[in-house]
Nanobody, 115 residues
Framework: QVQLVESGGGLVQAGGSLRLSCAASGSISNIRSMGWYRQAPGKQRELVARVISGGSTTYADSVKGRFTISRDNAKNTVNLQMNSLKPEDTAVYYC?????????WGQGTQVTVSS
């Protein structure tokens, strides 16, 4: 079994920054990808950023240039540095980890950006 623990959400003014972290523990081997998704009220969950085992990253167009994803392989953690936050970034952010052939989700952390 795999557990994901997220931290770092909160309330910030537009233009501010937040850093999300997700730590994976448990039966971990062969992590294929780690990433972040978000879901705003009334909207579908969407990919924010992802880093695969080879180090390649993918970002949603809406966050390119503002968000940076990073992964610490030794600690099995993935971080999301979010700068220049906008009110439209307000959502619940979910950590997502693909290990072997199974997908795991964190419990979600709220990010609220006030205008």
């Amino acid at each position: 079994q795999v557990q994901l623990v997220e931290s770092g959400g909160g309330l910030v003014q537009a233009g501010g920054s937040l850093r999300l972290s997700c730590a994976a523990s448990g039966s971990i081997s062969n992590i294929r990808s780690m990433g972040w998704y978000r879901q705003a009220p009334g909207k579908q969950r969407e990919l924010v950023a992802r880093v695969i085992s080879g180090g390649s990253t993918t970002y949603a167009d809406s966050v390119k240039g503002r968000f940076t994803i990073s992964r610490d392989n030794a600690k099995n953690t993935v971080n999301l540095q979010m700068n220049s936050l906008k009110p439209e970034d307000t959502a619940v952010y979910y950590c997502n980890v693909f290990i072997n052939f199974s997908l795991y989700w964190g419990q979600g952390t709220q990010v609220t950006v006030s205008s």
